[in-house]
T-cell receptor, first 116, second 112 residues
């Protein structure tokens, strides 16, 4: 059983296009995240949602728009793609109990986005 | 600001012990995670420390000193399959919710 799944696994597109990546988790978690991992393997948080509400919004261009239709899904839409958007995008989920320490994050397999 | 530092790369031989160090400077610190990431795969959870001291889990142990802003991951009886990147991540409380701030990862190469 896949805990955190993402589609597509690979995405190759032209500069200027708009694309979406989808994420689903079947762990019953209430918090989901989007991370970007660049070519130097640096993993950086972009967004986090808790029960469909945006709780973390790092300094990300507004071409990136996350959407959480329900707490099991978190999608990422990217407008006007640029070369610098090429990276691996990871979705993750955790059970967040406000202020409680231990909340291991489970990561999806990643979506490798290549912008030409 | 948030800052996590760890070595970029380390090498070791099969059967040996290796220690990967991590220093951090974060506000709202709420613990230290270690993740393993094999090439082309997702990060997977290894350990979590919130109190000072050593947590042991099989061949892997993790240590935390909050006063020194320091952690290490200790891998014993190294196996070839341990070749991977090891990511140190500080858990930071942000408006009542937690986020992870990752270091750049330490790429470990285990040779025969």
């Amino acid at each position: 059983d896949t805990a955190v799944s993402q589609t597509p696994k690979y995405l190759v597109t032209q500069m200027g296009n708009d694309k979406s990546i989808k994420c689903e988790q079947n762990l019953g978690h209430d918090t989901m995240y989007w991370y970007k991992q660049d070519s130097k393997k640096f993993l950086k948080i972009m967004f986090s949602y808790n029960n469909k509400e945006l709780i973390i919004n790092e300094t990300v261009p507004n071409r990136f728009s996350p959407k959480s239709p329900d707490k099991a899904h978190l999608n990422l839409h990217i407008n006007s793609l640029e070369l610098g958007d090429s990276a691996v995008y990871f979705c993750a989920s955790s059970q967040e109990i406000s202020g409680i320490s231990y909340n291991e994050q489970f990561f999806g397999p990643g979506t490798r986005l290549t912008v030409l | 600001g948030q800052n996590i530092d760890q070595p970029t790369e380390m090498t070791a031989t099969e059967g040996a012990i290796v220690q990967i160090n991590c220093t951090y400077q974060t506000s709202g610190f709420n613990g230290l995670f270690w993740y393993q990431q094999h090439a082309g795969e997702a990060p997977t959870f290894l350990s979590y420390n919130v109190l000072d001291g050593l947590e042991e889990k099989g061949r892997f142990s993790s240590f935390l000193s909050r006063s020194k802003g320091y952690s290490y991951l200790l891998l014993k009886e190294l196996q070839m399959k341990d070749s991977a990147s090891y990511l140190c991540a500080g858990a930071v409380l942000n408006t009542g919710f937690q986020k992870l701030v990752f270091g750049t990862g330490t790429r470990l190469l285990v040779s025969p």
